[in-house]
């Protein structure tokens, strides 16, 4: 009989955890959650205080089977599941297998078994065999809280989906969060559609003094009085009335600034500095840190977790790694590195004070030394963590800056330039580390300036004026970082679910990825008006947040979960109902356009298919055969060419599982993106999963605009558009030149599937459905009378044949004859 039964969530969790209890325990893996609600039912009694029907996930029976058959003949059963809410549920839930209630009693068995519940921030012996000597009962608050989230969830996935498969397609799906983090992009992509861009102006004077270095001003107004320059009628007078100025230094003021270093990490801190640092995404992100967490391999020590858990909010760090981390840096940089109290940090309202920040488990363990055990991806998400909390506890850096106001006297008017300089006369944290930024900011600026002595009074000589012209700029679509900066800023989402809410709105396609930035699917945005317009509660983001924050007062036992639920449900029926009511059936749209047929002259109108929107001739009527039947694809998911943003659309790439740089190939489907790290990397991606590929302009001109055309991607492959969407929406079709000889009324056009391959069909789809593999060419066969024949290339090269299977007629293609005449 084994003296303990020990389940975790993971078998490399169990393997590390193991070594540290020594014989008489017997630690397995429960794989993750056992159980959970029902798929083919909604699993909450609505009616009975939202009792929910938990049953065991399939394909876990055998392991719930394997862990009751050792439960048996065990002494003590210790529950250690990771330390935060869903951690929680999984112990209760196993708690509720092997015999206990699963809400924080201890229920012996008639054998006298206990289950009890152990917790560690990470993985090593001390944190072990310190968690194992204080064990607990499981913390019904906790579990309460999870199952609040789970049972919200369920209530909205369960019953706003299907309105979704009724009035827009089969298949879609809306989630309490994930739709809230969408309308941020939606409504992000719909203020830069909407920016005005407004001209203005700035004049840099290029000075120098007695002593080099030369240095560059830039105008701030007239006398004192700062004022902007809106056009070049204004900057080119000003330019003028500096060109005989007198230049002379009003005043300079120095001072001594100190930047202090950053928190160590919490989740969304490391997945945004991963994100900007390594360019990871934030989903790579955490399943590095989830193995840095659960141990790994390294020589004499065995299986090791080097880093706290990765599921955090807190800044918190226990007492005896800021000791050892003060003697490290005492050790290493010297005593001028070391503050004579340790560095604290302000805590978030709600973040979990019994977690610690992220943190390595031991900080004599430097990265470069357990490098040849990691892989690529762990040293450097483990380098990152090693170096932010080493730089956190180090003294600020500091800084001498230099404010110089310049006056140029020109006549009765007196301009006002400044220039700011600074120069890093101490490094403090930044011999360590640097915080990432999502935009370069004035500090940034004042570091490239390099200024000579200066003093009041001090002539200057002008050597050059620079007036340049810019425009304001939108605000930026939203990245994977600042994605989740705003989101947990705004309160939505927790550390635990900012990587799954990321990953389940691009995995739905209702966002695509425009050069590493996000931008909303056509379906994302017809999802997203169709959830806020009807639920205007539900998917409002400060009720959203408000939420969370009933989420967290449940953790803490302030409030009953089914209170919450209870009121949720009272404002998510209303919206239901109304929803149900008044939502709009996307499927039997039908918009009147601009655009006319190509083929007929009538209006064209935008109809909705499985597969989005598109044009279609207005006459098309389904009990006439002889309407006209002309389709072309819909462009508007496309982005506007005009925005700042189309730049972004040719930037590289990065490799989501080891940040190297991803490149555009060709295989037997098509093209695809592939890791350049191979065979070591052997990521690829499907160019229809959700990130832009890069347009190809053409010499061709639009026969609408004028404007250039582009091979632009949808849906089905390549397809040539005019650049100068959305104001002109012509898109080419490719006719060949060829009447259907079927239907003997529609045009062959060259199509492409979703594969990547070329095919020929009739314009009249989907009344008449003519197809073929290969190019057909506008001749009879002359051996059995076929109404077409086809190209096609064989290893002997091209040839024409006739496509009619009994039929053998085959002819040299006439380049092929060509080159056998040698013409």
Known sequence: MSKGLVIVESPTKAKTIEKYLGKGYKVEASFGHV????????????ENEFDTDYIVIPGKEKVVAKL??????????????????????????????????GHGKKKKKSSGISIQRVTFNEITKRAVQAAFENPREIDKNLVDAQQARRVLDRLVGYQVSPLLWDKVRRGLSAGRVQTVALRLIVEREREIKAFEKKE??????????NKPPAFDARFLGKGEEKIEIPNGEEAEKIRASLEKADWVVRAVDKKERRRNAAAPFTTSKLQQDSSRKLRFSVKRTMMIAQRLYEGIDIGEEGSIGLITYMRTDSTRVAPEAI?????????????????????TFKEKKEAQGAHEAIRPSSVMRHPDQIKQYLKEDEYKVYKLIWQRFVASQITPAVFDQTTVDIDAKSGNETFWFRVTGSVLKFDGFLKVYEESKEAKDDEDEELKHKLPALEAGQKLTMKELKPEQHFTEPPPRYNEASLVKELEERGIGRPSTYSAILSTIQERQYVQKLGGKFAPTEIGLVVTDLLVENFRDIFDVQYTARLEEELDEIEEGKEKWTDALADFYKKFQKDLKYAQKHMENIKRMEKPTDEKCERCGAPLVIKWGKHGSFYACSTYDKDDP?????TKENPINLPDLDTADVQETTQEEYCENCGRVMVLKRGRFGQFMACTGYPDCKTTRRLDQGKKVPDIPLDEPCPKCGRNLMIRHGRFGEFTACSGYPDCKYVKQNFIGVKCPDCKDGELV?????????????SNYPKC???????????KCPSCGSEYLV??????GPVIACPNKECDYERPAPQAEAASTGA
Do not use: M
Request: proline fraction near 5%; charged fraction near 30%.
């Open 35 to 46: 159980k959970d609600l029902p798929k083919s039912t909604l699993g909450v009694d609505i």
């Open 791 to 796: 190209e096609k290339n064989l290893k002997a």
């Open 626 to 630: 002889n309407s006209c039947t002309f």
């Open 750 to 762: 060259e199509k492409r599937a979703r594969k990547g391959n070329t095919f020929y069909g009739c």
């Open 769 to 779: 459905k003519f197809t073929s593999a290969n190019k057909p060419v506008a001749e």
């Open 323 to 343: 000791t050892e981390v003060r003697e490290y840096i005492g050790k290493e940089y010297g005593r001028e590195y070391l503050p004579g109290q340790p560095n």
């Open 200 to 209: 203005y102006w700035t004049i840099d004077a290029h000075l120098s003094a």
């Open 68 to 101: 009751k058959k050792l439960a048996e003949s065990a002494e003590s059963i210790y529950l250690a599941p990771d330390p935060d809410r869903e951690g929680e549920a999984i112990a209760a839930h196993l708690a509720d297998e092997l015999g206990g209630n």
